[in-house]
């Protein structure tokens, strides 16, 4: 995870490749706190972090939000008592690209 964490993001194109499913299996791997869910058709990746209250959760949410416009790569972010659901994907190939897995490594390392 660590290896991905320290990449950086490429620019969002609209011809840019998805993920193939060998390259989904070893990355997702390398995230093992995050899922896959397919809305509307796109896929994406999706973790739920807990927190004590709700401050903590807009705090990380904050933090999350510097980290996007960093990398002008931007995740979804459900923030609520307790909790922060954050959901990447790329919305210019709607679907997932190596930036949406390496996002997610950095959004993990927010906690550290
Ligand atoms: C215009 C376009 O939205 C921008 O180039 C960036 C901004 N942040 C982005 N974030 C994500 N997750 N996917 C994108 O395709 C994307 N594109």
């Given at each position: 995870m660590t290896e991905l964490a320290n990449m950086k993001c490429e620019a969002c194109r609209a011809d840019a490749p998805k993920v193939t499913d060998a390259e989904l299996a070893e990355l997702i791997r390398m995230i093992p706190d995050w899922g896959?869910?397919?809305r509307d058709g796109i896929m994406q990746l999706e973790r739920v972090y807990k927190f004590k209250n709700f401050r903590q959760a807009m705090a990380f949410s904050n933090k999350l939000a510097d980290l996007a416009?960093?990398?002008f790569h931007h995740p979804g972010i459900l923030?609520?008592?307790g909790k922060v659901t954050v959901t990447w994907w790329s919305h210019s190939i709607k679907g997932l690209h190596r930036n949406d897995f390496i996002m997610a490594a950095k959004?993990?390392?927010?906690l550290d």
């Open positions: 896959v869910q397919v416009e960093e990398e923030t609520e008592w959004t993990d390392q927010l």
